[in-house]
T-cell receptor
């Protein structure tokens, strides 16, 4: 079956540090890949997405590249802010199960001033 | 433009009871999906509705059922509540076969 594996948290960083959250996946076919962010007490917000190999999704300074050869979709940001403190979820969706997202367990990121 | 709205925001029920959670999709969206997010875990897909029918279902027992109304709003019903049903229940909407999913802020269900 399909699955998503993320690095465990919490990840604690100082403001302006570089952030990387690793995500690897297992899926049949060619899934679309997503990063969602969840702030305390809120639902999920789409951060970025990529729908085919070598696509790079980007938003708000975050980037992730769809790497088919390594089945990975690592999230990066060059300089984090305190406001980036949240839980980040990697997810996939396959074409034969449209609308059904398979999520990783989430990675909590804590950015300190 | 209102996004996805869910009600109630919090709910406390006793084991064995039944509960109904409600979701209004974002304007222009006709497809609604429900997810269960246990504490410290990623959301798990429960089921998806469009055209008032259940189209996909995840690995959840029949105690979990749903409904979609002609105005696209949706309900999630859970019967015979168990302690393990305590979770954040998220509703997501989208136009048919288009991404991304837009999520509501969820309903926090506590079963005692």
């Amino acid at each position: 079956g399909n699955s998503v594996t993320q690095m465990e948290g919490p990840v604690t960083l100082s403001e302006e540090a570089f952030l990387t959250i690793n995500c690897t996946y297992t899926a049949t076919g060619y899934p679309s890949l997503f990063w969602y962010v969840q702030y305390p007490g809120e639902g999920l917000q789409l951060l970025l997405k990529a729908t085919k190999a070598d696509d790079k999704g980007s938003n708000k300074g975050f980037e992730a590249t769809y790497r088919k050869e390594t089945t990975s979709f690592h999230l990066e940001k060059g300089s984090v802010q305190v406001s980036d403190s949240a839980v980040y979820f990697c997810a996939l969706m396959t074409t034969d199960s449209w609308g059904k997202l398979q999520f990783g367990a989430g990675t909590q990121v804590v950015v300190t001033p | 433009d209102a996004g996805v709205t869910q009600s109630p925001t919090h709910l406390i029920k006793t084991r064995g009871q039944q509960v109904t959670l409600r979701c209004s999709p974002k304007s222009g969206h006709d497809t609604v999906s429900w997810y269960q997010q246990a504490l410290g875990q990623g959301p798990q897909f429960i089921f998806q509705y469009y055209e008032e029918e259940e189209r996909q279902r995840g690995n959840f027992p029949d105690r979990f059922s749903g409904h979609q109304y002609p105005n696209y709003s949706s309900e999630l019903n859970v019967n015979a509540l168990l302690l393990g049903d305590s979770a954040l229940y998220l509703c997501a909407s989208t136009p048919r076969r288009a991404s991304p999913l837009h999520f509501g802020n969820g309903t926090r269900l506590t079963v005692t």
